[in-house]
């Protein structure tokens, strides 16, 4: 899905059309896991118009605001649902390919989640597959990115986004799996970064 999120694309996928795009997924990968979303929470913002407003104030989002540059607002910014669409998407696989499931292996179902950001805006919950789609019965595995920032705890963040600190995996993780519904967990994006002493000695 483009124009959503990160991206700055025309928006492909609406409630009707992902049923579409789902089963055709489940047709041709069908017994293959599924992975829906794309590194943005469903409740988000147009990429593009929130980053006009920083590049005409000459910063970075995510940063920590810069007392000296302009002001970025994000007041007005439009907030798209898309939690139906991803939902239809994901039904329409089930629908596809349970009944191969039950050829197959007399049973058992596709095996999905959905990839959110390591970010969630303020009001909503921090970002999880299972609290964004927890009551589906779709979703066979709990998902999270603990992201790769290794950001200053005392940094506010304008507006206060909830970020998950990369370098402390172990906090959404064990909010998964101490879950009331047990499921797999996974961290989909977890921290890269090499120390200073983990270099190689030519760089």
Not at 29 to 34: E, G, V
Not at 151 to 158: E, F, K, R, T
Request: net charge negative.
């Amino acid at each position: 899905m483009t124009g959503l999120g990160w991206s700055y694309g025309p928006i492909l996928f609406n409630e009707n059309n992902a049923s579409i795009f789902g089963k055709y997924v489940s047709r041709r990968y069908p017994f293959l896991p599924k992975i829906l979303g794309g590194d943005s929470s469903p409740e988000w913002f147009n990429a593009g118009e929130i980053r006009e407003r920083y590049v005409a104030a000459g910063q970075e989002m995510w940063e920590p605001r810069d007392p000296a540059k302009p002001f970025v607002s994000w007041d007005n910014v439009t907030l798209y649902d898309t939690r139906e669409l991803w939902n239809n998407m994901a039904e329409a696989m089930l629908e596809v390919e349970t009944p191969l499931w039950e050829e197959a292996l007399s049973g058992g179902k596709p095996f999905m989640t959905y990839h959110a950001s390591s970010v969630s805006l303020p009001g909503q919950a921090k970002a999880t597959a299972a609290n964004y789609f927890g009551d589906k019965e779709w979703l066979t595995m709990d998902a999270v990115q603990s992201g790769h920032t290794d950001m200053d705890p005392n940094v506010v963040l304008d507006p206060p986004f909830l970020k998950w600190e990369g370098t402390r995996v172990w906090e959404p993780l064990t909010i998964m799996w101490n879950s009331t519904r047990a499921r797999p967990i996974l961290d989909l994006e977890s921290h890269c970064t090499l120390g200073p002493d983990s270099r190689p000695a030519d760089q």
